[in-house]
Structure formats: structure tokens, C-alpha cells
């Protein structure tokens, strides 16, 4: 499949990624990897989890640093790539599934969850985060078409420091967008 650069400029970003994802398919699909690596005396790379850890969840509520982040975040749609005019975003927001999105942007034509995780979040809440935005673009997605309603959909990871340099396979095969070291600043912490 061969566009041209400009007409691929042109197009929506809910276009643009689906011919990105599409093209990845292809490339995942190839069956002659192991030749091609071998030629090139390459060896395949590592899955991006080797062992699967389940993150332990306990009875205890939101901390401060959470509340301040997804605060910041629901005022600043501009984070997400969005206008302005779209703060501020609505907080825990339901989600049919009985989900609830930790910030939620609804933009004319597109819906933008945004799931945060502070700095002090470990590593494994942020893979957690990875996951959540996989199930929320997915939850979403079935949400907009029952209620006939044609939305671009996204889900956007927010991390307070920096992305675990273990998770970026992760990251990358899943197709999350992270935004990271969002720091909220005490002046914007506003909620609706």
C-alpha cells in the first residue's frame, strides 16, 4: 500500500494510525524474519515480557500525587494533543463496561481517555497503565458504535517521571501513546 506523503499529511489522525497499524501487520506477518536475521547475523529480539507479573491491588484509595496528576491533566488538553476549549476534561468518568477513565476528553470528532500514573507509580502499575489504555480503546471504541456515534477514539498514557525503559517493547508493540514527566504545577490544579 503506497500513499503519497502529502496525502497521508492530509488525512485524520485516526486515518493516519490505521494505515500505520495496517502496514505494521504486514511487517509483523512476514515469514521469512528468521532468514532475513539469520543473513544478517541478527538474532531475534526478547519478548517484551519475559515473565508476566500481576500486579497486587490493595484497599487503598487515590494518593495525592494520582489526584494531583489527573487533576493537571483534566485542565491541560493541550497534553493530549487537543485544543484548549476542551478543558477541562471530566474525571473519573464512567465507562459502560464499569470501568472509570481517570480523565476524559470529548472533542467534536474525537474522544481522548487519559489514564495517569505518578511518579512514585512502580513499575508494575505503570505496565498496568499500558494495559489499561489497550481495554479503554477497545471499551470505547464498542461504547461509541452502540450508541451510533462515530468517534475517533484514543487512549494516552500520562506518567508523572519517565517511562520504565523495560516497558518501551511493550509500549511499542501495543501501540500506546505515553506521554511522560508531566509535572502538575500547584497553581492549575483545578477539578470540575
Not at 526478547?46 to 491533566?73: M, Q
Not at 476534561?89 to 477513565?101: I, M, N, Q
Not at 461509541?144 to 518501551?168: C, D
Amino acid at each position: 500500500f503506497l500513499i503519497k506523503e502529502q496525502d497521508y499529511v492530509a488525512l485524520p489522525k485516526e486515518n493516519q494510525r490505521a494505515i500505520v497499524k495496517a502496514q505494521l501487520g504486514y511487517v509483523f506477518a512476514y515469514p521469512y524474519w528468521p532468514k532475513v536475521l539469520s543473513e544478517l547475523s541478527l538474532h531475534p529480539a526478547e519478548a517484551p515480557l519475559k515473565k508476566v507479573e500481576l500486579p497486587t491491588f490493595g484497599g487503598y484509595g487515590e494518593g495525592p500525587e494520582h489526584k494531583a496528576l489527573k487533576l493537571y491533566v483534566a485542565m491541560h488538553p493541550e497534553l493530549v494533543g487537543l485544543r484548549l476549549s476542551a478543558a477541562p476534561g471530566r474525571t473519573e468518568e464512567p465507562l459502560l463496561s464499569g470501568d472509570f477513565l481517570d480523565v476524559s476528553f470529548l472533542d467534536r470528532r474525537e474522544w481522548v481517555a487519559v489514564e495517569v500514573k505518578s511518579h512514585i507509580s512502580s513499575l508494575l502499575d505503570v505496565q498496568r497503565g499500558l494495559f489499561q489504555c489497550v481495554k479503554y480503546r477497545a471499551v470505547m471504541s464498542a461504547q461509541s458504535q452502540a450508541r451510533r456515534k462515530s468517534l475517533a477514539i484514543r487512549a494516552v498514557l500520562v506518567l508523572g517521571g519517565a517511562l520504565p525503559e523495560s516497558l518501551l517493547p511493550l509500549k511499542n508493540m501495543l501501540g500506546v501513546e505515553v506521554i511522560e514527566s508531566v509535572i502538575p504545577h500547584e497553581a492549575d490544579r483545578t477539578g470540575n
